[in-house]
């Protein structure tokens, strides 16, 4: 399930979206925009991206660290996620991108 969700992500504002077709789990990062941005930078807008995310309340994708940097973790691993499940999160997932400071 973690393929089609991490392409849909992938299609958002700004995220990074990597991951093995045969996992079900990635991983995406929120790079800053702007030269010049520092990898503190790209690891507080992932940071903050995953804060406004949760917020939102329709899905929760907790941070982790993938090759030392900050990362936000997508897991559809449930046997009872359906693909409308899926795409009930990446569209939330895509709006709050949309409307979120993190954007900015």
């Excluded at 392409?7 to 010049?36: E, I, K, Q, Y």
């Excluded at 939102?56 to 046997?79: D, I, K, L, P």
């Amino acid at each position: 399930m973690l393929t089609p969700s991490s392409r849909v992500l992938g299609g958002c504002p700004a995220p990074n979206c990597c991951g093995s077709p045969r996992s079900t789990r990635g991983w995406c990062v929120f790079r800053t925009r702007g030269h010049g941005a520092s990898d503190a930078d790209h690891d507080r807008r992932t940071d903050e991206a995953i804060a406004a995310i949760a917020a939102e309340g329709e899905a929760f994708f907790g941070g982790t660290a993938w090759r030392g940097r900050r990362a936000m973790q997508v897991s559809a691993c449930n046997w009872q996620t359906s693909e409308r499940d899926v795409k009930r999160a990446v569209d939330s997932v895509a709006e709050v991108l949309k409307v979120a400071k993190v954007l900015r």
